[in-house]
C-alpha cells in the first residue's frame, strides 16, 4: 500500500492507494500517531486509489476514530468503493465515520 | 458439489506465519482468474480467505511455525467451497461475541468471522471448529 499525506488549511489529507491489509495497517498506523501528535483534530481518509481492506485495515480506522474523539476531532473517508462501502456495513462501522462521495465535499464538511 | 465436475484449484498446507498469507492469497487470486468470475465475488473470496487464514495462524495454530494450515478450494460452474484448517485446539464459534453488537462496535478485533458469515452463502464450522468451510454460489454468471 501507498501512502501520501498533505495538509490542507487544517485537514491532514492521507491518501491511500493499494490494499490496506494486516502487512501494512501499522505503517498507516503510524501516520495516525504522528497526527495525533502534531495535534491535528479533522484527518480525512481519501480511498480512491484502495482495492481492499481486512479487518486489521477497519481496527485502524477504528483506533483513529477513538483518538481523534479525545481531543474532539474528526475522523472522514471519501472516494469509498462499493465493496469496501458493502464490508463497512457489514461490521456496522460506516455509522462511526463521515463518509463522503468526493474529496472536495469532504474537505467543506469536515 | 459434484464431484464428476469439480476442479480443485488449491489443495495446499502453508506455514502458520502472518507474513505468508498476502502472498499466498495473491496466488490463489491468480488461480481464480481461470474461473472469470465477477470482480465482486473475487473480492468476497479473497477478503474471506484472508480474514480465515489469518484466524488460523494466530488463534488456531498461534504463531507455532511447525503446525501448518491446510486450504482445500473446490469449485463447479454452480459454486466454489473453500475450507481452512488448523492444527490447534478448536474453538467454539458460536460463543464469538457479535462484533457490531453496540458494546463491541469498537473493538479491536473479532470482525473476522462475522465478516465470512455474511459474505459467504454458507458457513460451517467442522472438527471442533479447526476447520471453517464456506461456500459461494455463483449467480447471474458469476
Known amino acids: ?110 | 458439489m459434484s464431484p464428476l465436475t469439480t476442479t480443485t484449484i488449491i489443495d495446499e498446507k502453508i506455514p502458520s506465519r502472518l507474513n505468508l498469507v498476502s502472498g499466498f492469497i495473491a496466488a490463489v487470486v491468480r488461480k481464480l482468474e481461470n474461473l472469470k468470475l465477477a470482480e465482486e465475488v473475487v473480492f468476497d473470496l479473497k477478503l474471506c480467505l484472508h480474514e480465515a487464514l489469518v484466524n488460523a495462524v494466530k488463534h488456531g495454530n498461534k504463531h507455532h511455525e511447525h503446525l501448518t494450515v491446510h486450504v482445500l478450494i473446490k469449485a463447479d460452474h454452480h459454486q466454489l467451497l473453500m475450507e481452512v484448517t488448523d492444527q490447534g485446539e478448536g474453538f467454539d464459534a458460536a460463543a464469538i461475541p457479535n462484533p457490531t453488537a453496540d458494546e463491541n462496535i469498537m473493538a479491536s478485533h473479532g470482525r473476522g468471522i462475522h465478516l465470512i458469515k455474511s459474505m459467504m452463502d454458507k458457513v460451517t464450522f467442522l472438527n471442533d471448529g479447526r476447520t471453517v468451510r464456506m461456500l459461494k454460489v455463483f449467480k447471474g454468471g458469476s
Open chain 1, 1 to 110: 500500500m501507498d501512502i501520501k499525506v498533505e495538509k490542507i488549511n487544517d485537514v491532514v489529507l492521507v491518501v491511500l492507494a493499494g490494499e490496506l491489509n494486516m502487512d501494512n495497517s501499522n505503517a498507516l498506523r503510524e501516520v495516525f500517531k504522528k497526527s495525533l501528535k502534531e495535534a491535528n483534530k479533522k484527518v480525512l481518509v481519501d480511498f480512491e486509489k484502495l482495492s481492499f481492506i481486512d479487518s486489521s485495515g477497519i481496527a485502524t480506522l477504528i483506533e483513529m476514530f477513538q483518538n481523534l474523539g479525545k481531543i474532539s476531532g474528526r475522523l472522514c473517508l471519501c472516494n469509498v468503493n462499493k465493496k469496501i462501502i458493502g464490508v463497512f456495513e457489514i461490521t456496522k462501522v460506516h455509522k462511526l465515520f463521515g463518509i463522503f462521495a468526493s474529496r472536495e465535499e469532504a474537505l467543506k464538511n469536515i
